[in-house]
């Protein structure tokens, strides 16, 4: 780099479309090659190559730029930086480029090596690959030239020329952020809807989310602060309708300017933008007043006031892109791009182009299809209370119409409102459209109504009274109902995100899989709220005669860093969730069931275990349990959902009793009885069969502990008498996922309902254990000798604390230890012998122990969901794809 050149910043949005323009020999590739990652840079001489087979194949050119601009928009559509690396001389070859970077809502801007001629001719005369006649170089640069004055009205967004080698040596590539990703900024923030000018109810408002208002000699406010740091969110729409915009900006702008506030612009303030601008504007909607109101400022206030409007950005991406504004709300697809349209969108919404019979546009509810894992918050269309439609709120409540002043403070999403102190306009259209269902003040999101006490969802969709004392019967929303379920939820490859494990990744062809399960043998999605998780093996141990051993449970957590664990007897029986609500109100409430409906008992794959009238049975037995107990006002819910096992194992697995073990134990014990009496009569006559009489003697003993393990599970009942219950999690009731509770508390839970009625439920033996004492390690392993030996089919190992996690991530929730003879049932009678030992420990478990933490992940994602009142589809996501994940080929026996 010659050392009479200062280095030329070139500065580019770090999301956009980079033209390199220049004649050939200019020095494109090159420069791309050094200044931009190796992937960033898309070249037409590369996809010339790749279609063509050469790269100087001119007549692949057509066809080469189709492939070009696929990759192109591939990763336009990502959000990933791209690099063209083309002649792009002319404004046509130009156009196509910037069309696809406007589909696709990223700035395109250009560099242009505008190089001497002669430095061009010199180098592609040293190119060996290929060699392009001056002529050709001339008319390149001749295009160039003519249209480089123009290209600023091309709808580049910026043109940097680079006019010698050396200045583009020098050249360095600055990234900047879009002004609207401020991702870095994570809150606490306080999220406010539409002002209009209602200065005293925005004070209000402040003062009672905790913020410190300053005033100047005036008595104005000009600033407001938070003692905790919090910052206020304005939606835009400041002006127009209420009495004092000019007072609402003047505290607005005061607090943009002291770090205090961030703004996006909303409607009203473009149209003030475009008064100022002394463009034609309709002064209707309250305008008019506002102007006025600014004609008796000086002029430096109106100009400062307009250069700030203007100042402001279309939305904001905020908190690592988990929290989105904009005024009128913005599609997923739009969050951090920049273009026109979204802007125009963030401003209006998505419109129609028609009128209602109001005189109003017509919106297109956007919020119906939102996907999008971010909350977005927004307001520009009053509603009466507000209301979350799939993870998006909107906090405009008509505060100029007589209403209220809405905010949310995240990320609690907790809302705070103060009432309008009068009504200073007439809406043209009621509040809210009549079709759709408020949410009241309290937890979101939920698109129903939410119960009157805990603002949770209120399936029943019953109806309540919002915080001001306003009540509406509640009808079916026009956007999406709470319980509308829909295939593209759940169909295709797609990915959860889950609070405790990240996004988890579901295939299609499981998806598929599971669609046949759940739509032909599962309960209603509304009565799962979630499904079992798998539970993990423990390792395999290399104990003489066994392949799963205590000792490797107990290593295995202390490697984790992980010491107060609790042993728990692992029953034979078929993993239950129960269900149960307090009454047949509580059920229609939450569930959105009729009066006969008051939960459900269902299998891991969501099948209910008993028709109907046996279910309500047994729920009548369990809730009369809870009663006794006082569970009801000592959680204060009025719902459980319960984990247990529901004995015995033959309720549910005759079928497989029948078919599969007791016809293997009979037919064992035929032939290899009958192998064994010939065997004695060979050996009676002197033949030297001994080893395989001793082999054939072992397998029928192998034969008859299989069927003396089964027998173990299996007693008669009649009805429901016999039936037992063995709860172990209390798995969450209202208001609360209690996954992070310590497993005492859970059977504390558990041993109360056992007290209340011991002979529905069965109790679960436990030990708690110092994992790092060796005597406590060694009195647990012969507790599970003890308990296996003594037909017990194991124990499951988990740390003590409930959920946990170490350096790598989520740790196993569970790990399952399960006693010899049990396992003989899984793996044959004669796993035992020492070949099939040796040959099972091979077994390999890393997918089944991964499938175990995502499930357990999208589990209490799915429950989390339904606690905090989302839509069903929202819930039934993470349901379905816990059962999309069984279809995950996994060594079953595991």
């Given at each position: 780099m010659s050392e009479s050149i200062t280095p030329i910043e070139v500065r580019i949005p770090e999301v956009s479309l980079v033209l390199l323009v220049g004649a050939s020999g200019s020095g494109k590739s090159t420069f791309g090659r050094e200044k931009f990652a190796p992937f960033e840079v898309v070249s037409s001489d590369f996809c010339r190559g790749l279609v063509a087979g050469d790269e100087n194949d001119q007549s692949a050119s057509k066809d080469a730029f189709d492939v070009l601009e696929y990759i192109v928009g591939k990763r336009l559509a990502a959000g990933r930086l791209t690099v063209v690396d083309a002649t792009n001389v002319q404004p046509g070859s130009r156009a196509s480029l910037i069309n696809l970077a406007r589909a696709h809502d990223v700035l395109p801007v250009a560099i242009v090596l505008d190089m001497p001629e002669q430095v061009c001719r010199e180098r592609n005369r040293l190119r060996p690959d290929r060699q392009n006649s001056d002529a050709v170089i001339t008319r390149q640069r001749d295009a160039l030239r003519r249209s480089r004055k123009s290209m600023g009205r091309e709808g580049l967004r910026g043109v940097h020329v680079l006019s010698s080698p050396e200045e583009a040596d020098a050249a360095v590539i600055v990234r900047e952020k879009l002004r609207t990703d401020l991702t870095d900024q994570h809150g606490p923030f306080d999220a406010i809807g539409d002002v209009h000018g209602c200065l005293s109810e925005l004070e209000t408002l402040l003062t009672t989310l905790g913020y410190t208002l300053t005033r100047d000699n005036a008595g104005r406010p000009i600033d407001a602060e938070h003692p905790l740091g919090r910052r206020v969110i304005l939606l835009g729409d400041l002006v127009d309708r209420g009495p004092?915009?000019?007072?609402?900006?003047?505290?607005?702008?005061?607090?943009?300017?002291?770090?205090?506030?961030?703004?996006?612009?909303?409607?009203?303030?473009?149209?003030?933008?475009?008064?100022?601008?002394?463009?034609?504007?309709?002064?209707?909607?309250?305008?008019?007043?506002?102007?006025?109101?600014?004609?008796?400022?000086?002029?430096?206030?109106?100009?400062?006031?307009?250069?700030?409007?203007?100042?402001?950005?279309?939305?904001?991406?905020?908190?690592?892109?988990?929290?989105?504004?904009?005024?009128?709300?913005?599609?997923?697809?739009?969050?951090?791009?920049?273009?026109?349209?979204?802007?125009s969108f963030a401003l209006y919404g998505d419109t129609t182009g028609e009128v209602d019979e109001y005189g109003l546009p017509i919106r297109l509810p956007w919020q119906r299809d939102y996907r999008g894992s971010a909350v977005v918050l927004y307001g520009h269309t009053p509603m009466l209370t507000p209301r979350w439609v799939n993870n998006t709120l909107c906090l405009d409540t008509g505060c100029a119409f007589g209403n209220a002043l809405s905010a949310l403070r995240y990320p609690e999403r907790e809302i705070v409102q103060v009432p309008a102190e009068r009504v200073y306009a007439e809406s043209r259209r009621p509040l809210g459209d009549p079709e759709d269902v408020p949410v009241p003040a309290g937890r979101g999101p939920a698109t129903a109504p939410a119960h009157p006490e805990t603002g949770t969802l209120d399936r029943s969709a019953l109806g309540n009274a919002s915080l001001l004392g306003r009540a509406r019967a509640a009808r079916p929303p026009r956007e999406r109902a709470a319980d509308e379920l829909r295939l593209d939820d759940v169909l295709g490859r797609r990915s959860i995100e889950t609070g405790l494990h990240g996004r988890v990744a579901i295939r299609s062809d499981n998806a598929a899989g599971a669609l046949e399960v759940m739509s032909r043998f599962a309960l209603s999605p509304n009565l799962l709220p979630t499904l079992p998780a798998t539970m993990a093996p423990v390792e395999t141990s290399r104990e003489e005669g066994y392949l799963e051993y205590p000792t490797e449970a107990f290593a295995g957590y202390r490697a984790a860093g992980i010491t107060d664990l609790i042993a728990e007897e692992k029953h034979m029986g078929s993993r239950a969730h129960v269900l149960v609500c307090r009454d047949a109100e509580a059920a229609a409430r939450v569930l959105g069931t009729t009066a006969d409906t008051t939960g459900a008992i269902y299998t891991r794959t969501g099948r209910a275990f008993f028709d109907p009238a046996t279910t309500e049975v047994l729920l009548g037995r369990i809730r009369a349990a809870a009663d006794t107990a006082g569970l009801w006002d000592t959680l204060d819910t009025d719902w459980l959902l319960l984990d247990g096992e529901l004995l015995p194992w033959s309720l549910k697995a005759e079928d497989l009793l029948r078919g599969t073990y007791a016809a293997t134990a009979a037919a064992g014990r035929a032939s290899l009885g009958a192998a064994g009496a010939d065997l004695a009569r060979a050996l009676a006559r002197g033949v030297e069969v001994e080893q395989e009489a001793e082999r054939t003697a072992s397998r029928l003993g192998h034969i008859e502990d299989f069927a003396a393990a089964y027998r173990r599970y299996v007693w008669s009942v009649e009805g429901l008498d016999g039936v037992e219950f063995a709860p172990f999690q209390l798995l969450a009731s209202r208001g609360a996922v209690h996954h992070e509770r310590d497993h005492g508390w859970h059977l504390d839970i558990a041993d109360a309902l056992i007290a209340a009625d011991p002979t529905t439920f069965r109790t679960t033996r436990r030990l708690r254990i110092n994992a790092a004492d060796p005597d406590e390690v060694s009195a647990a392993t012969t507790w599970w000798l003890d308990l296996t030996a003594a037909g017990g089919e194991g124990m499951v190992v988990k740390p003590f604390a409930g959920t946990s996690f170490d350096k790598h991530g989520l740790v196993q929730p569970g790990l399952k230890v399960r006693g010899r003879e049990y396992l003989r049932l899984i793996y044959g009678p004669d796993y035992t012998d020492p070949g099939q030992l040796s040959r099972l420990r091979d077994r390999h478990l890393g997918q089944k122990r991964s499938l175990a933490l995502r499930e357990h992940a999208l589990g209490v994602e799915a429950l989390t969901r339904f606690v905090q009142g989302e839509p069903l589809w929202r819930v039934h996501e993470a349901v379905f794809g816990i059962l999309a994940l069984e279809s995950e080929p996994v060594d079953p026996r595991l």
């Amino acid at each position: 780099m010659s050392e009479s050149i200062t280095p030329i910043e070139v500065r580019i949005p770090e999301v956009s479309l980079v033209l390199l323009v220049g004649a050939s020999g200019s020095g494109k590739s090159t420069f791309g090659r050094e200044k931009f990652a190796p992937f960033e840079v898309v070249s037409s001489d590369f996809c010339r190559g790749l279609v063509a087979g050469d790269e100087n194949d001119q007549s692949a050119s057509k066809d080469a730029f189709d492939v070009l601009e696929y990759i192109v928009g591939k990763r336009l559509a990502a959000g990933r930086l791209t690099v063209v690396d083309a002649t792009n001389v002319q404004p046509g070859s130009r156009a196509s480029l910037i069309n696809l970077a406007r589909a696709h809502d990223v700035l395109p801007v250009a560099i242009v090596l505008d190089m001497p001629e002669q430095v061009c001719r010199e180098r592609n005369r040293l190119r060996p690959d290929r060699q392009n006649s001056d002529a050709v170089i001339t008319r390149q640069r001749d295009a160039l030239r003519r249209s480089r004055k123009s290209m600023g009205r091309e709808g580049l967004r910026g043109v940097h020329v680079l006019s010698s080698p050396e200045e583009a040596d020098a050249a360095v590539i600055v990234r900047e952020k879009l002004r609207t990703d401020l991702t870095d900024q994570h809150g606490p923030f306080d999220a406010i809807g539409d002002v209009h000018g209602c200065l005293s109810e925005l004070e209000t408002l402040l003062t009672t989310l905790g913020y410190t208002l300053t005033r100047d000699n005036a008595g104005r406010p000009i600033d407001a602060e938070h003692p905790l740091g919090r910052r206020v969110i304005l939606l835009g729409d400041l002006v127009d309708r209420g009495p004092d915009s000019v007072g609402v900006l003047r505290l607005a702008m005061g607090m943009h300017a002291a770090g205090h506030a961030l703004v996006v612009p909303g409607n009203h303030e473009q149209a003030l933008i475009n008064a100022l601008g002394g463009k034609k504007v309709n002064l209707s909607h309250g305008l008019g007043d506002t102007l006025a109101q600014l004609a008796a400022e000086p002029k430096e206030f109106t100009d400062t006031v307009r250069a700030w409007l203007y100042s402001l950005v279309s939305h904001l991406v905020l908190d690592d892109g988990n929290l989105v504004v904009a005024h009128a709300g913005l599609k997923e697809a739009y969050h951090g791009r920049s273009s026109g349209r979204v802007r125009s969108f963030a401003l209006y919404g998505d419109t129609t182009g028609e009128v209602d019979e109001y005189g109003l546009p017509i919106r297109l509810p956007w919020q119906r299809d939102y996907r999008g894992s971010a909350v977005v918050l927004y307001g520009h269309t009053p509603m009466l209370t507000p209301r979350w439609v799939n993870n998006t709120l909107c906090l405009d409540t008509g505060c100029a119409f007589g209403n209220a002043l809405s905010a949310l403070r995240y990320p609690e999403r907790e809302i705070v409102q103060v009432p309008a102190e009068r009504v200073y306009a007439e809406s043209r259209r009621p509040l809210g459209d009549p079709e759709d269902v408020p949410v009241p003040a309290g937890r979101g999101p939920a698109t129903a109504p939410a119960h009157p006490e805990t603002g949770t969802l209120d399936r029943s969709a019953l109806g309540n009274a919002s915080l001001l004392g306003r009540a509406r019967a509640a009808r079916p929303p026009r956007e999406r109902a709470a319980d509308e379920l829909r295939l593209d939820d759940v169909l295709g490859r797609r990915s959860i995100e889950t609070g405790l494990h990240g996004r988890v990744a579901i295939r299609s062809d499981n998806a598929a899989g599971a669609l046949e399960v759940m739509s032909r043998f599962a309960l209603s999605p509304n009565l799962l709220p979630t499904l079992p998780a798998t539970m993990a093996p423990v390792e395999t141990s290399r104990e003489e005669g066994y392949l799963e051993y205590p000792t490797e449970a107990f290593a295995g957590y202390r490697a984790a860093g992980i010491t107060d664990l609790i042993a728990e007897e692992k029953h034979m029986g078929s993993r239950a969730h129960v269900l149960v609500c307090r009454d047949a109100e509580a059920a229609a409430r939450v569930l959105g069931t009729t009066a006969d409906t008051t939960g459900a008992i269902y299998t891991r794959t969501g099948r209910a275990f008993f028709d109907p009238a046996t279910t309500e049975v047994l729920l009548g037995r369990i809730r009369a349990a809870a009663d006794t107990a006082g569970l009801w006002d000592t959680l204060d819910t009025d719902w459980l959902l319960l984990d247990g096992e529901l004995l015995p194992w033959s309720l549910k697995a005759e079928d497989l009793l029948r078919g599969t073990y007791a016809a293997t134990a009979a037919a064992g014990r035929a032939s290899l009885g009958a192998a064994g009496a010939d065997l004695a009569r060979a050996l009676a006559r002197g033949v030297e069969v001994e080893q395989e009489a001793e082999r054939t003697a072992s397998r029928l003993g192998h034969i008859e502990d299989f069927a003396a393990a089964y027998r173990r599970y299996v007693w008669s009942v009649e009805g429901l008498d016999g039936v037992e219950f063995a709860p172990f999690q209390l798995l969450a009731s209202r208001g609360a996922v209690h996954h992070e509770r310590d497993h005492g508390w859970h059977l504390d839970i558990a041993d109360a309902l056992i007290a209340a009625d011991p002979t529905t439920f069965r109790t679960t033996r436990r030990l708690r254990i110092n994992a790092a004492d060796p005597d406590e390690v060694s009195a647990a392993t012969t507790w599970w000798l003890d308990l296996t030996a003594a037909g017990g089919e194991g124990m499951v190992v988990k740390p003590f604390a409930g959920t946990s996690f170490d350096k790598h991530g989520l740790v196993q929730p569970g790990l399952k230890v399960r006693g010899r003879e049990y396992l003989r049932l899984i793996y044959g009678p004669d796993y035992t012998d020492p070949g099939q030992l040796s040959r099972l420990r091979d077994r390999h478990l890393g997918q089944k122990r991964s499938l175990a933490l995502r499930e357990h992940a999208l589990g209490v994602e799915a429950l989390t969901r339904f606690v905090q009142g989302e839509p069903l589809w929202r819930v039934h996501e993470a349901v379905f794809g816990i059962l999309a994940l069984e279809s995950e080929p996994v060594d079953p026996r595991l």
